[in-house]
């Protein structure tokens, strides 16, 4: 008889546990436990899960690290050169993926644009669908034309098949949509559960290793918790993608957040459009094209995302309040970041905002996660209140103390170098990166302004 352990697992993070918790010690979400039955294979029957294949081949031997002949990993490339950089210059052959992203972003639609380009190299694709027919799948094809792509379809949810189909196709990358369906036959857990998507990840985990085989698995993120989230997976792959989208907007980011082949942190934007996703090279560009001039409110920063300099349009409105407290909405931005800049404006400038609303909006549906974006907050704060627009070609960078100093932030060369590139020429700088930008060719009628305290910068705010 096959002994049954009972587990409890955090459905937010995977932390595994022996009994219920109410807040995970891992990544503090509360009320997040999940029980799951584990099957222990009994002894006789052996365990679902293969032997390595290759355990004569010399890898499971204790090693020198100095005699490890080792290449280059082999890459191929996707098709979209911002996939492609996301990654770090590619697909990694023998890696597992995960996609993660919200019912409806388009994961699906990527992963066969994808599918179609790797399989006109000459690839051989296995795309396993346990969510969608044949028939729909086609039509999404049909859409995206590219109904002629040579990609093999399995719809299937069991693990079993998968495996038999991977095998005898040999695939060189194999798409599964989504891990969330896919069941092992020899757990009793419903597909869906902790125990049964670890396990299924696990065992693809193998084939891609044994097999070198590039597999992606597109995990959904769910909110109510019902099927386990793709987080609980994050451990087990070498690279984790997430799509995200922002409501009604078509455009797309793909941010990398593990890699263990190249950097996190890369962004890729797309927009999704009636033939699919189109990758936008030039997202700076993109999110800024036909920007209001001459609007009170408007303030224009640069962001990194990963390597790549953003500039990003801070929107902020003021109006006299209605309420007892003053709201402060932000949107893109944290709203303690708000409440705590707008303090330092208060004291530094001697002014009541209190009785002020004050709503902030960051352009495109981008979260700025970075400090560097602070004193561009305060510019746009003060345009609106004081009904008077910033000049068009400003960028500002700054982060901002809470006794009013500006501090440098990182790599602002090249955050300067991008504005550059966009026709930006008046830009408002810590005066601590002024040594670093000292070596920087400028172009004629580009003006360069350091400051040091709150009250220098809003002094220049409104030079024309
Ligand atoms: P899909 O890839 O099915 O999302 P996911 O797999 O992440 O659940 O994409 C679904 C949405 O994308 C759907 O609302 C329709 C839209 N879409 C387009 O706008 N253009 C297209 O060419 C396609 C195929 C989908
Ligand atoms: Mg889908």
């Avoid at 690290?65 to 191929?76: K, N």
């Avoid at 800049?341 to 530094?348: R, W």
């Amino acid at each position: 008889m096959a002994k049954v352990k009972t587990k409890f697992f955090c459905k937010e993070c995977g932390y595994e546990s022996s009994g219920w918790l109410g807040k995970c010690p891992s990544c503090g979400s509360w009320n997040s436990f999940v029980e799951a039955k584990i099957e222990e294979p009994s002894r006789k029957r052996g365990s679902w899960v293969q032997p390595e294949e290759n355990a004569d081949s010399g890898s499971n031997k204790v090693q020198q690290l100095s005699q490890i002949i080792s290449g280059d990993e082999e890459r191929f490339s996707s098709g979209m050169p911002e996939l492609n950089r996301v990654l770090g210059g590619g697909l990694v052959r023998g890696s597992l993926i995960l996609l993660g992203g919200d019912p409806g972003i388009g994961k699906s639609t990527l992963l066969l644009q994808v599918s179609a380009a790797v399989a006109g190299e000459g690839r051989k694709i296995l795309y396993v669908s346990g969510e969608e027919s044949p028939g729909q799948i086609r039509l999404r094809a049909n859409r995206l034309k590219l109904a002629n792509a040579a990609i093999a379809l399995l719809p299937s949810t069991s693990f079993t098949k998968i495996e038999e189909a991977i095998r005898q196709t040999e695939a060189d990358f194999v798409v599964i949509d989504s891990i969330q369906t896919i069941y092992v036959p020899e757990i009793a857990s419903a597909p869906g559960t902790v125990t049964q998507v670890r396990e299924a990840a696990g065992g693809l985990l193998r084939l891609a290793k044994n097999l070198n085989t590039t597999i992606v698995l597109v995990g959904h993120v769910t909110k109510d918790g019902s099927i386990a989230g793709p987080r609980i997976l994050e451990h087990m792959v070498d690279t984790v993608l997430y799509f995200e989208g922002e409501g009604q907007s078509n455009l797309r980011l793909l941010r990398c957040v593990k890699n263990r082949f190249g950097t996190t942190d890369e962004l890729a934007v797309f927009e999704m459009r009636d033939q699919g996703l189109f990758s936008i090279s030039d997202p700076s560009l993109f999110m800024l094209k036909g920007r209001p001039i001459d609007v009170p409110g408007l303030a224009v920063t640069s962001c990194l995302e990963g390597s790549r300099p953003l500039l990003l349009e801070i929107q902020a409105l003021l109006t006299p309040s209605s309420y007892q407290l003053a709201l402060r909405m932000s949107q893109g931005i944290d709203r303690l970041r708000l409440s705590l800049l707008l303090a330092v404006l208060q004291k530094a400038l001697k002014r009541d905002f209190s009785a002020l609303d004050c709503y902030l909006n960051v352009t495109g549906g981008i979260h700025i996660r970075e400090t560097a974006a602070d004193l561009a907050v305060l510019a746009a704060i003060l345009s609106s209140s004081e009904d008077k627009s910033l000049p068009a070609d400003l960028l500002i960078i700054g982060e901002v103390g809470l006794s009013g100093e500006i501090r440098p932030v990182s790599r602002t060369s090249r955050r300067v170098q991008e504005a550059l590139r966009l026709g930006w020429k008046k830009f408002i700088l810590p005066s601590q990166s002024e040594e670093e930008l000292s070596k920087l060719a400028l172009p004629d009628g580009c003006q360069l302004y350091y400051v040091s305290l709150v009250n220098e910068a809003v002094d220049l705010f409104f030079v024309k």
